[in-house]
């Protein structure tokens, strides 16, 4: 049961004895970082929840339920399986903020009205949780406190102290950590990603495949390669020149906007700079763009660990200046410039 998903062992054992309880509680909450496999693991047990089939082989993937819940082929018609996803609510248009609004669990205490059509229970998966609003904490914390008949719900949360202290009295709490780098990569390769491109993703994640497969979508790898290239030419004898006739610089400062461009460039430059740290201070393990070794080897031979660090920091200066929207340009130019001189040994 619940083999096909990477990591989290202790979570999905505990999750097969809950399944074969004659008695349960009515509500469970599934917490942890972003991205690491919470909501995937609770649309499984939904899955083997409402299997009409007993035992460990549940989900079978062919009782009448299972067909009319399947994850692979898109397929989410079984009346008794209800998901709540954040969305823009309407008070929210401006800030584009998506929650879990009032007016969501208003529809759900509605359905709550009504039992099993085809399953012996309902289920209910409410997916960011702790985005929830005071009026919407409320109204589903009425929910919680008198639960339907036959219902169960999952809650899942990254961040708990979100939720009300009340809401929190009311659920088994279930604790996810982050996945290991090789679990990380597993599950990477069951994508069929490349061994090479997922061994990097799995180390720069943080333990999170969400995090990883955002990253291949971002072009993370692209902006790491530009950024290890920069980070090759310090000390620059001319930075302005490098600046203006490097090709790759148009991608990170297009025409128009580049902001979200330059702030991924600068992660990248500051996880180099920092990689390069270790390997200064003897802990080659440690780096995270371990595909880079050989070049951090070669590059670290012209710095010293107090220049790396003050140029590990103005890098990140730099990126939270991008995130604050400053002038793209002037921000590169001015992280050149102050790395270079860190470089040199001038700061």
Known sequence: MFSQIVGHQKNKEF??????????PHALLFYGSEGIGKCLLAKEFARAFLCHEKGAQRPCGQCESCRLLNFETGNFAHP????????????????????????????????????PTLSKHKICIINEADTMNQEAANSLLKLLEEPPDKW?????????????????????QVRFTPLTVEETRQALLLKEIPEAEADLLAHLSDGSLGQALRFREERILDFRNMAL????????????????????FSD???????????????????????????????????????DALPQLRQIAGKWDARRLHL???????????????ANTKSVL????????????GRV
């Open 311 to 325: 140029a590990a920091q103005a890098a990140q200066e730099a990126m939270t200046a991008a995130m604050r929207r």
């Open 252 to 290: 990170i400062i297009p025409a128009s906007g580049g902001n979200e461009q330059l702030q991924q460039f600068l992660s990248m430059t500051v996880s180099l700079l920092r990689d390069l740290l270790f390997v200064k201070s003897g802990l080659p393990d440690q780096v995270f763009n371990i």
């Open 80 to 115: 008794d399986y209800l998901y709540y996803d954040p969305m823009t609510d309407d008070e929210q248009e401006k800030k584009k903020t998506k929650i879990i609004s009032v007016n969501q669990i208003r529809n759900l205490i509605k359905q709550a009205a009504f039992g």
């Open 152 to 172: 169960f719900f999952i809650l899942i949360a990254s961040s708990v102290s979100r939720l009300l202290p009340t809401i929190l009295s009311r659920v088994i």
């Open 333 to 344: 130019d001015d992280a050149t410039f102050t790395i270079n001189a860190c470089c040199e």
């Open 15 to 24: 999750l097969e004895r809950f399944l074969n309880r004659e008695e349960r």
């Open 229 to 248: 290239k920069y980070v090759a030419e310090f000390p620059m004898q001319a930075p302005m020149t490098y600046l203006l006739t490097e090709d790759y």
